[in-house]
Nanobody, 117 residues
Framework: QVQLVESGGGLVQTGGSLKLSCTAS????????MGWFRQAPGKERELAAQ??????TYADSVKGRFTISRDNAKNTVYLEMNNLKPDDTAVYYC????????????WGQGTQVTVAS
């Protein structure tokens, strides 16, 4: 497992943008599958975006608005969120898995994103 620390959440108006960052400990970051999950009040946690060796995947609800990227030299994964909507309000969690086929087994503490209407 790796330790993950998120930053970048906050309050933004509808249509605004935020960029989340997640920095990981460990020397094998580049081989990890990295994802951003989110959990809104009263809802189940959902996978918003992930970056694999083969590319990226996005939930339909964020496709075209969110971009996940990673900088292996900085052990950091980012989630750039544009055209934010009130429905994007949630706690966002960074997660890591050692291989593409592994379940996510390392989690950050979460960062709150609130989109005001």
């Amino acid at each position: 497992q790796v330790q993950l620390v998120e930053s970048g959440g906050g309050l933004v108006q509808t249509g605004g943008s935020l960029k989340l960052s997640c920095t990981a400990s460990g020397r094998t970051f580049s081989s990890y599958k990295m994802g951003w999950f989110r959990q809104a009040p009263g809802k189940e946690r959902e996978l918003a975006a992930q970056v694999l060796r083969s590319g990226t995947t996005y939930a339909d609800s964020v496709k075209g608005r969110f971009t996940i990227s990673r900088d292996n030299a900085k052990n950091t994964v980012y989630l750039e969120m544009n055209n934010l909507k009130p429905d994007d309000t949630a706690v966002y969690y960074c997660a890591a898995a050692p291989t593409t086929g592994s379940p996510y087994n390392s989690w950050g503490q979460g960062t709150q994103v609130t989109v005001a209407s």
